[in-house]
């Protein structure tokens, strides 16, 4: 069984350029749809194998003669699109502590959407799990709720009636749960 502090753990040395703290990577875990997170035996698992951020540097590293050419001009160029090295390859060495240490989440939260996993904790979810589900949501709600007063940013695209239509049922549908799970939140 792995322990939320192990996955989270592991998410922030596998991809320590995107996750800062345990805040962010527990986001990423529960919150975010389609992030290849499930709940199975009572944990969420990640259904795939996400590797590392290291691939994704190395297609970012920039060919010598580019930068040969580049630095001929006077530009200056970030020494990951030389190296194709993480910019966040320290953090990477730290994911044990930092997945102990909640912080900023830095972003809006994921949409509202009756799937999260945060909205749908099994009853044989772990006790670490339930506990770091509802410590995800001290942290989505208020920012949801900050959201819904500030005019949610769905509406400045373009939707059909129809798509309007269905992201507000499933918006509302994820606060409802959200208030019966958690005892609080943004209202509907």
């Known amino acids: 069984m792995a322990s939320v502090n192990a996955t989270v753990r592991d998410l922030i040395a596998a991809y320590p350029c995107g996750y800062k703290n345990r805040t962010q990577a527990l986001h990423q875990i529960l919150v975010v749809n389609g992030s290849g997170y499930e709940w199975r035996g009572g944990q969420a698992i990640n259904r795939d194998d996400p590797g590392t951020c290291e691939a994704l540097h190395e297609r970012s590293r920039y060919s010598a003669e580019l930068v040969a050419e ?34 900023l989440l830095g972003r809006m939260p994921y ?4 799937g999260l996993l945060f909205l749908n904790v099994p009853d044989d979810a772990a006790d670490d799990w339930k506990l770091a589900s509802a410590e995800i949501a001290r942290w ?6 900050r959201r819904a007063a500030e005019g949610d940013t769905i509406e400045a695209f373009s939707l059909t009636p129809e798509q309007r239509e269905y992201v507000n049922g499933q918006r509302t549908e994820a606060l409802q749960r959200f208030q019966q799970m958690y005892g609080y939140g943004p209202a509907a």
């Open 140 to 145: 989505v709600g208020p920012l949801w709720a």
């Open 111 to 114: 949409q509202a959407s009756p």
């Open 70 to 103: 580049l630095q001929a001009d006077g530009v200056e160029i970030a020494n990951r699109f030389i190296t194709g090295e993480c910019p966040a390859e320290a953090r990477r060495l730290c994911a044990a502590e930092l997945s102990l240490t909640p912080g």
